[in-house]
């Protein structure tokens, strides 16, 4: 055994394929955002007028997972901070938070907690009433002649968590303050997260929207062709590597971190291999652990009632032989299975969160069908692999036993 691991970590010491994996990472900012010219001047343009002191109108940002929009405002609100002059009679701060990330958006409290912390300030976790945190924030926003440009990233799920109301006075804030100033940016992958958004939320959120396009496969080539360059050993790619790598990925919604978490991912099943060289039959496999990996974490890691809306999707699914069917008769089955299993039932809105949430994870697509007068409908269709739907019905149905 001892000399099998020796060979194991021999093969790694000689670190044949990789440069610098973490330019390959979601976290890495890169100086160079191809393809992306014409929305990062979108940006600049409209946030430009906090270097006057002037406060910029509230913007929105949307599209699809991996199409630059997070890249992008981080690389204009560097490049503000750099332009911004020392002797300035006002303050800049320009907060990125992340909604889903450590439940910041879990409560009012939470966010709002957040947002003091990045101002410098300090309040408890928990313990306060949430009207003596607001108090507090207001406090520590007015203190002093200052520009605030609050960015929200994943701003869909700061809605699902807390009412939109708080989204509203947020934007409305300006009125109370008399030293400050306060604009939003809100960032979201859900290109319908505005319909169902209060109007009046709408209107005071999206003064400005800029729309990200997704990266078709030429785009994708250049964006991994950049990034092997810094991230890659030279010559151990193998031809045709990067345009197959960014071929999956332009199947799935041009998605350019996806693209290059396979790469990257591909590079690792190299090393293990002990091959010399990144081989498209990597790519293959990278695209299946990824595929396989992500969707059985979610599962895995998703709470009681996830799990519940899950099953009864792969049941209609398998009932209808792999065809589509509607929300609703999610919601039938749900309410039956939670019934004859004395579990609490939740609203059908709740339920049309949890079904959104699996789309976005890519676990379900649907489409929005018009019924007329009759409203609008969501037609589901499963789209787990047949290879990994084995191994989530085996964790769903863990819970569905001891229920």
């Known amino acids: ?129 949430t009207e003596a945190v607001h108090r507090k924030f207001v406090q520590i926003v007015d203190e002093k002649k200052q520009l605030i440009v609050i960015i929200l990233d994943e701003i869909d799920q700061l809605i699902k968590k807390i009412d939109d109301d708080f989204l509203y006075n947020l934007s409305r804030l300006n009125s109370e303050l008399s030293q400050s100033k306060i604009s939003i940016v809100g960032i979201s992958n859900d290109t319908s997260f505005l319909n169902e958004v209060n109007p009046r939320v709408k209107s005071s959120l999206s003064e400005e929207e800029i729309v990200f396009p997704p990266y078709n496969a030429i785009q994708l080539q250049d964006i991994l062709k950049k990034r092997s360059e810094e991230s890659f050993k030279d010559g151990v790619l193998d031809d045709g590597v990067i345009a197959k790598c960014a071929a999956y990925a332009a199947r799935v919604d041009g998605d350019a971190r996806r693209a290059l978490d396979l790469l990257r991912v591909a590079g690792e099943l190299s090393e293990r291999d002990g091959s010399e060289r990144v081989k498209l039959e990597h790519i293959d496999n990278a695209n299946d652990k990824i595929e396989r990996d992500k969707i059985l974490d979610v599962v895995e890691s998703g709470p009681k009632q996830f799990k519940i809306v899950l099953n009864s999707i792969i049941y209609l699914s398998e009932k209808k032989g792999g065809a589509s069917f509607f929300t609703g008769d999610i919601y039938n089955h749900y309410h039956d299975f939670c019934t004859n299993n004395n579990i609490d039932i939740l609203t059908q809105r709740r339920i049309g969160d949890i079904i959104q949430e699996l789309e976005m994870l890519g676990i379900i697509n649907f489409k929005v069908i018009s019924k007329g007068r009759g409203g609008r409908m969501r037609e589901i269709k499963l789209v787990i692999p047949k290879n990994t739907l084995e191994k989530v019905k085996e964790v769903i149905q863990k819970v569905v036993e001891y229920i």
Do not use: W
């Open 1 to 129: 055994m001892s000399a099998d691991l020796d060979s194991i970590f021999d093969n790694f010491d000689k670190n044949s394929i990789f440069k610098d994996k973490d330019t390959l990472q979601i976290k890495h900012t890169p100086s160079d955002i191809p393809h992306r010219e014409e929305q990062i001047k979108q940006v600049a343009s409209i946030l430009a007028p906090v270097l006057r002191g002037e406060r910029p109108s509230n913007l929105f940002l949307y599209g699809m997972t991996g199409t630059g929009k997070t890249l992008s405002i981080q690389y204009v609100r560097e490049e503000l901070m750099k332009r911004m002059k020392p002797n300035t009679d006002f303050d800049l701060n320009i907060i990125l938070l992340n909604c889903k990330i450590g439940k910041v958006a879990e409560t009012e409290y939470r966010i709002l907690a957040k947002i003091i912390e990045e101002l410098g300030g300090e309040v408890a976790s928990t313990g306060l009433p």
